[in-house]
């Protein structure tokens, strides 16, 4: 069973940068489906971002050009690039791993975009 620990969120003005982590323990990486979600209150948990282990990647249209999401498998790793912030990025952000038999989220960090 891999525990995922989601770190880097906090307060950012909008047009600024923050960077994602999401840490596994328990397990290898390496043979997951990655991917980071967000959440705010009273709306639905949408996907943001998503990496195969082969390193494809898929982005939300709402983010595509602004976001990377990366994996680095000798770190047990996953990031989340995050430029060009906006207002309507302000979410609670949730690490996500997924194989064949098992999905397993991280607690989440909270990322808001504010003057």
């Known amino acids: 069973q891999v525990q995922l620990v989601e770190s880097g969120g906090g307060l950012v003005q909008p047009g600024g940068s923050l960077r994602l982590s999401c840490a596994a323990s328990?397990?290898?990486?390496?043979?997951?489906?990655m991917g980071w979600y967000r959440q705010v209150l009273g709306k639905q948990r949408e996907l943001v971002a998503v990496i195969t282990s082969g390193g494809a990647t898929n982005y939300a249209d709402s983010v595509k050009g602004r976001f990377t999401i990366s994996r680095d498998n000798a770190k047990n790793t996953v990031y989340l690039q995050m430029n060009s912030l906006k207002p309507e990025d302000t979410a609670v952000y949730y690490c996500?791993?997924?194989?064949?038999?098992?999905?397993?989220w991280g607690q989440g960090t909270q990322v808001i975009v504010s003057s």
């Open positions: 996500n791993a997924k194989t064949v038999g098992a999905i397993q």
């Open positions: 328990g397990s290898l990486l390496n043979m997951y489906i």
